[in-house]
Every structure is written in structure tokens, then in C-alpha cells.
């Protein structure tokens, strides 16, 4: 199963690492003045036969959006090799979290394409700016991951892992995956966050959570140290619950594996 990684950085963000995977390919920083497209013709297997989707434009995040999953949809709009294009649905966004000036999106590719986008953003002057975009191919799953301890909703799946560290960022995510659902696991600074939609909860294992939940969604993060993890997916909130107790430590060398 082909990753992909695009990353949308500063020159001041130069180091990137995917761990198991090849270098790369990098792009200019995408500030919200600027437009770009983005190449995604490579399907699984290294070959453009397979790949419906020509390329991805990205415009500036929009100001007038009522909401952050709107804006997500309303600046990507997918161009396909038949010469059509379509911006994603509200059903195309598995999942979204907005935590302080971080943000995260799972996004399924529209009309149909068997292929996820995994969205960073981070906001800078009042606005949102795309980070990095994962992405995978949806194929049927034929060996699953190990779970290593985590206690993860799905019997198959595919685990996918990947780190950006530089002098002024540090990220590390995980996403764990079927053909119908996905959960992002990631690491942010740690930050005061004050929106209000998120709820405290305490943990089996008594450390304090915040969560959140609507309609198919749901989120959860807490303190790790200096870090916090989010959970992110198109999952139930207990389902996150019971996955976050069995995440080892952020310092562990097998993080986020307990085993």
C-alpha cells in the first residue's frame, strides 16, 4: 500500500522525516495569499493508470467560513483526469479537530476515489495555513497491523506512521485505517485551549481528558508532559476513550505502542 506525503512548509521548517517510506517531495509554503496545485497522479503501485484525481487546488483558506470543516471544503477542490472537479462534501470529511492554533482533518476523496487525505493546519495571522497532507490509498486490507497493545475498534486495519521534527515544529502521527472508518493520533505542542465545545472527562486510568463529539465524530486530547495527544476519527466517543488509556507515554521509544 503506496503513502504519500506532501509537505507545505517555510524555509525555516527543513527537516522532514516519513519513517518507511521515501523522502518526500516538498513544496513551497502556502501563505493565504497564494494558490497552488498540488500533483496527485502517483496510485498504489507507483503507476498514474490507476489515479482518477489529475491534481488538488488549494486556494486561501477562506475568512468568511462559518466554520473550520466548511473552510477545509471550500479551499480544496479536486481536479479529475475526465476534466471534471469537485470541491469535498460534509460526508467526504471523515473527521476534523480544532485545538488551539492546530487543527487536523481525515478527508475521504470525492466522488468515490478510494483515497485519504490526512490535513495539517496551523493558524497564523488570523488565518488557517495547510501544513501537510498525508495520503493513502484505500485497498482491500489483506494482512492486518499489529496493534502492539492498543486497543483499537477495528480486527484488520492498516497502521500508517510518520514525524516532522524542525527547529520550530515537532509533530509526530499515526492513523490507523479501514475502508470505512480512521482514527489520526497526533502529537501538538502544548498549548492553552479555550474553546469552549470541549468537555472534561477523567479517564479509566484517571488522567483528565477533553472531548468532544457530533453527529459521526469525535475527538479527545490530553497533557502528555510537555505535549498533548489528539484522537481524532470518525469514530464513537467511548471508542476514543478506551484507545487513549492503552497509548503509551509520548517519551516512549515504541509510542504510540504500549507493547
Known sequence: MRFKRFDLISTLLL??????????EQLR??????????????????TTSDAIVK??????????AASFEEGVRRHLKFQFKDGTSAHPTATDLWSSAVVGDYATATLHYPKGANRLAILTYQRQAETWILKDILFEDIKPIKATSAANGLKLPFS???AIESSTISNQDSRMMRLFHT???????????????????????????????YMQENNQE????????NQLVLLSGNLSLSQLQQL???????????FPYSK
Not at 509554503?29 to 507507483?46: N, P, R, V
Not at 487513549?244 to 515504541?254: K, L, M, R, W
Open 156 to 158: 484488520t486495519f492498516q
Open 29 to 46: 509554503s502556502l501563505s493565504h495569499q497564494e494558490m497552488k496545485w498540488i500533483d496527485d497522479t502517483t496510485a498504489d503501485g507507483g
Open 55 to 64: 491534481r488538488i487546488k488549494v486556494d486561501a483558506f477562506p475568512q468568511d
Open 15 to 24: 527537516a522532514t522525516i516519513l519513517t518507511g517510506c521515501a523522502e518526500p
Open 244 to 254: 487513549a488509556v492503552t497509548i503509551a507515554p509520548v517519551s516512549s521509544d515504541s
Open 179 to 209: 475502508k470505512t472508518d480512521a482514527v489520526v493520533i497526533t502529537v501538538l505542542p502544548k498549548q492553552d485551549v479555550t474553546a469552549s465545545d470541549w468537555k472534561t472527562s477523567t479517564l479509566a486510568d484517571g488522567r483528565t481528558a
Open 218 to 225: 469525535a475527538n479527545l486530547y490530553y497533557a502528555d508532559d
